[in-house]
């Protein structure tokens, strides 16, 4: 338990505000689970919990949230909150509405997804519009209970995922919220309720309605937190695969070796996460996208295409498709094609300049996707061995850094010019130079 959230509930429950933790934090506790983050919800407004906390920070555009920073983590506290009902849709320009600063809105578009959501309620009120039965659940600081409005506690019990209300209502409020049961249900080891599992096969097609940025946080915490091959199975058995990405789900479909060669990547992707040393998205971005990619450059350079010419381009096609759906930034896209494109130079043997490869800023994560694809490749074995040896004896070599030698085409270093030490000038000289011969004096 967060020592830090506890002060934070017996402040604000002792300013007479009722304050309780909230989300998933309470679930993990019930699971004896260690939570990532702890949550706290309040019937304090947002002005009144800033004044409350001196280290208190407002955000949020959709809805006011409070964050408290702390020094070593931030709690996110939350005023309860209600469903929007269809008088809170009316528009504040309709005759006889309150101006928009004086009343909060509930706006959805015209296929149902909440677009502004920004109205205060009650515990129970609050309880009732979160996604999961499971996450609904919270704990009172007053009498050390643990409040259940709906049916979180069984659904614990049986290890159950189940959405609050229609889960077709729901998943249309929010698409993001299949990706939540997946991401549940393949991190807890749940079973999905079979309503909410045909909803979501339904309705995977609109998950492109999400925005690409909260789509891009949510593949972190699918595929970067210990759970990304149950999660992968998941997404591909409900058609969310296909959704987020069309070209890698038509790869897929053409052969079942493919499945199961992801599968096995991303194995090996939560291995190092749970080890507590999870690779960086480039490299997960990699071991997801690489097979597909590497065919792809594969077919184009029997075309006739130069080979880095070949992976730019399916890299180039794909991230086009990509971006579309999920906001990947270009640094991490980059990235990863400089990861496969350095494939074919570790993979030769001997292989050229093998300090100066290992200088580069990318070489780390290019030989952890070596020793990825020598798992299911025996005959990169040899290479991956050879470049752990080396890397045995670098610290013992000379100079890492490629010298002139090795890289004919690195410029050199400019000389440093001399600097030239002025004469001293002595009292004679000095007249003499202010008064030249045959000068006036």
Avoid at 14 to 42: N, Q
Avoid at 172 to 199: C, G, K, N, Q, Y
Avoid at 291 to 305: M, S
Avoid at 389 to 395: S, Y
């Amino acid at each position: 338990m967060s020592p830090n959230a506890l002060r934070a509930l017996y402040r604000l429950h002792g300013s007479g505000f009722i304050a309780y933790l909230v989300g998933g934090c309470v679930r993990d506790l019930l699971l004896r689970r260690t939570p990532k983050d702890f949550d706290i919800a309040t019937n304090a407004t947002p002005g009144q919990i800033k004044r409350l906390f001196r280290n208190c920070r407002l955000i949020g555009r959709r809805f006011r949230l409070a964050h408290l920073h702390f020094e070593n983590e931030i709690l996110e506290v939350s005023t309860f909150r209600r469903a929007g009902t269809p008088s809170d849709e009316v528009e504040p320009e309709a005759e006889g509405a309150l101006p928009v600063f004086h009343r909060p809105r509930h706006v959805k578009d015209e296929d149902g997804m909440v677009l502004v959501d920004n109205l205060f309620g009650s515990p129970e009120e609050d309880a009732l519009r979160r996604d999961f039965t499971i996450n609904a659940l919270a704990y009172n600081i007053a009498d050390f209970s643990v409040i259940d409005y709906s049916t979180g506690l069984a659904d614990l019990q049986e290890r159950l995922i189940r959405p609050i209300g229609d889960p077709r209502v729901r998943f249309t409020e929010d698409p993001v919220r299949m990706l939540r049961a997946v991401r549940f249900a393949a991190s807890h080891d749940f079973a999905i309720e079979s309503e909410a599992w045909e909803a979501i096969c339904d309705l995977a097609p609109t998950m492109v309605r999400a925005t690409p940025g909260r789509l891009w946080e949510e593949m972190l915490k699918l595929f970067l937190l210990g759970s990304g091959r149950p999660a992968f199975s998941l997404l591909e058995k409900s058609g969310l695969l296909a959704a987020l990405f069309p070209a890698l789900g038509r790869w897929i479909y053409g052969s079942d070796r493919r499945l199961t060669l992801l599968l096995g990547n991303l194995g090996w992707i939560d291995e190092l996460c749970r080890s507590g040393a999870p690779p960086s998205p480039a490299v997960f971005f990699a071991a997801l996208f690489g097979p597909y990619l590497e065919d792809g450059a594969a077919a184009r350079h029997r075309e006739g295409i130069p080979r880095h010419q070949a992976l730019d381009e399916v890299c180039a096609i794909l991230m086009e498709e990509v971006s579309r759906v999920i906001s990947i930034p270009r640094r991490v896209s980059d990235r990863m094609r400089t990861i496969l494109a350095l494939q074919p130079s570790l993979h030769k043997m001997p292989p050229r300049r093998p300090a100066s490869a290992i200088a580069r800023p990318e070489f780390n994560e290019a030989l952890a996707y070596l020793r990825l694809s020598a798992e299911g490749k025996r005959e990169l074995l040899t290479c991956l061995e050879w470049w752990e040896n080396f890397l045995l004896q670098a610290p013992a070599l000379p100079n890492l850094e490629a010298s002139p030698e090795e890289t004919p085409g690195k410029r050199r270093g400019k000389r440093r010019r001399r600097r030239r030490t002025r004469r001293r000038v002595t009292p004679d000289q000095e007249t003499s130079i202010e008064s030249p011969p045959g000068s006036d004096a």
